[in-house]
């Protein structure tokens, strides 16, 4: 079995940034890509950005010169680096990971359970 357990959520100013980390445990031969989502209210889980095991990352429109993906393959830990927060920006954020557990077998997609992001006043 594979866990991505996230950190780093919690409430914001306006302005402010918060650091996002996941760290993928368990039976692990390879994991790409690796990314984060986020669901706010009402809405439908979106795609915040995705970075690559060689390091290709892919951003949504609404975060690019904000944010910054990273990841530490060693440590199988993806980061999102999140500055100048808006209060649009308030969702549940989630992990995500392509995960393959042995050399030729099948990749699964594995979800975390979320951290809460909240920006406001």
Same mark, same amino acid.
């Given at each position: 079995q594979v866990q991505l357990v996230e950190s780093g959520g919690g409430l914001v100013q306006p302005g402010g940034s918060l650091r996002l980390s996941?760290?993928?445990s368990g039976s692990i031969f390879s994991i790409n890509p690796m990314g984060w989502y986020r669901q706010a209210p009402g809405k439908e889980r979106e795609l915040v950005a995705t970075i690559t095991k060689g390091g290709s990352t892919n951003y949504a429109d609404s975060v690019?010169?904000?944010f910054t993906i990273s990841r530490d393959n060693a440590k199988n830990t993806v980061y999102l680096?999140? @500055?100048?927060l808006k209060p649009e920006d308030t969702a549940v954020y989630?992990? @995500?990971a392509d995960v393959i557990r042995t050399y030729g077998g099948t990749w699964y997609h594995y979800w975390g359970q979320g951290t809460q992001v909240t920006v406001s006043s």
């Open positions: 996941c760290a993928a690019k010169g904000r680096q999140m @500055n100048s989630y992990c @995500n």
